[in-house]
């Protein structure tokens, strides 16, 4: 095989791997909005003024319109700190702290 020849598979196989590892991404990551159906589901509304107003009031500060489309958008990061929020408010932090030294 020739140098050419080398480099020509090797970029066939480079390609072949990204293709494969779009393909396992794809299949493993969830989408990184919340879908239609899960905004009905957490709104109980299907219009997007109703769903946004019910999202607000239950602390999705960031839940916004879209410009292009007018549907809701919710970040899932967003969604997934605001839902966790409740469970660790509770806890401490690891750090003690810090004491005041009222007599300096």
């Known amino acids: 095989m020739t140098g050419n020849e080398l480099e020509a598979n090797l970029n066939e196989l480079i390609l072949e791997v990204g293709r494969l590892r779009d393909a396992v991404l794809l299949k493993t990551r969830e989408p990184i909005t919340l879908q239609p159906d899960e905004l009905l589901e957490l709104t109980g509304?299907?219009?997007?003024?109703?769903?946004?107003?019910?999202?607000?009031?239950?602390?999705?500060?960031?839940?916004r319109r879209s410009?292009?489309?007018?549907?809701?958008?919710?970040?899932?990061?967003?969604?997934?700190s605001v839902v966790e929020a409740p469970r660790t408010a509770g806890r401490r932090s690891m750090q003690p702290e810090p004491e005041l030294n009222w007599s300096a």
């Open 45 to 63: 509304y299907r219009r997007a003024g109703d769903q946004l107003k019910e999202l607000k009031r239950q602390g999705f500060y960031r839940a």
């Open 67 to 80: 410009f292009a489309t007018g549907d809701v958008i919710l970040e899932r990061a967003h969604y997934l």
